[in-house]
């Protein structure tokens, strides 16, 4: 397993951007499947987003689409999701997740290591 440590969350207005981390540590994170999940008050986690550990292939929930993007570097054993044309729909707590899946999964299940989750506060 690795460690996974997200950044970035904050408040901001609805149509802005933010770029969220999530930093890997204690092991070699290029094997691993990344993605982003997020949970909104009152709801249950949901999918945003997934990049497979060869870098070439992404997931997008529909609600994100066109407006998310995740990309990684593995130099920096950091993964990003940067978000765009925010709305107050995406205010939710943010989770990273990873594992040594071959493929890009959708389903929390599939991962096995979490991070602690960063804030994401989109003001109407």
């Known amino acids: 397993q690795v460690q996974l440590v997200e950044s970035g969350g904050g408040l901001v207005q609805a149509g802005g951007s933010l770029r969220l981390s999530c930093a890997a540590s204690?092991?070699?994170?290029?094997?691993?499947?990344a993605g982003w999940f997020r949970r909104a008050p009152g709801k249950e986690r949901e999918f945003v987003a997934a990049?497979?550990?060869?870098?070439?292939?992404?997931w997008y929930a529909d609600s994100v689409k066109g407006r998310f993007a995740i990309s990684r570097d593995d130099a920096k054993n950091t993964v990003y999701l940067q978000m765009n044309s925010l709305k107050p729909e995406d205010t939710a707590v943010y989770y990273c997740?990873?594992?040594?899946?071959?493929?890009?999964?959708?389903?929390?299940?599939?991962?096995?290591?979490w991070g602690q989750g960063t804030q994401v506060t989109v003001s109407s």
């Open positions: 997740a990873a594992d040594r899946v071959p493929s890009v999964s959708t389903a929390e299940n599939a991962y096995d290591s």
């Open positions: 990049i497979i550990w060869t870098g070439d292939k992404s």
């Open positions: 204690g092991d070699t994170f290029s094997m691993y499947t």
